[in-house]
């Protein structure tokens, strides 16, 4: 979920727009430094940073440990599907 502000009457509201899958696949590949198409921890937490999720770095290494299927330090594409059920459970992240 992206979380825009708005101004509505001389007010500034938080509203919440949800994600479609395509915006967050190019978000994670936005943030694959390094073009191992794999995301790292480092990775992760700033993804999170850019979703604006509090406490990014706890929670992207609790993801990893839930995620990361075989144990190699990076989620996969293969886990990649797990991680957006992840973030919908946990994190609250709409994804349309």
Request: a positive charge.
């Amino acid at each position: 979920m992206r979380t825009w502000w708005s101004r509505h009457h001389n007010v500034w509201r938080q509203a919440e727009v949800p994600l479609t899958e395509a915006q967050v696949e190019r978000l994670i590949r936005q943030y694959d430094t390094d073009g191992d198409d794999k995301i790292s921890r480092k990775e992760l937490r700033a993804i999170l940073k850019k979703l604006g999720v509090r406490f990014a770095g706890f929670r992207a290494a609790r993801a990893m440990a839930h995620v990361d299927a075989n144990e190699d330090g990076v989620i996969s594409d293969e886990e990649v599907n797990e991680l957006a059920k992840y973030a919908v459970s946990k994190w609250g992240v709409t994804i349309t």
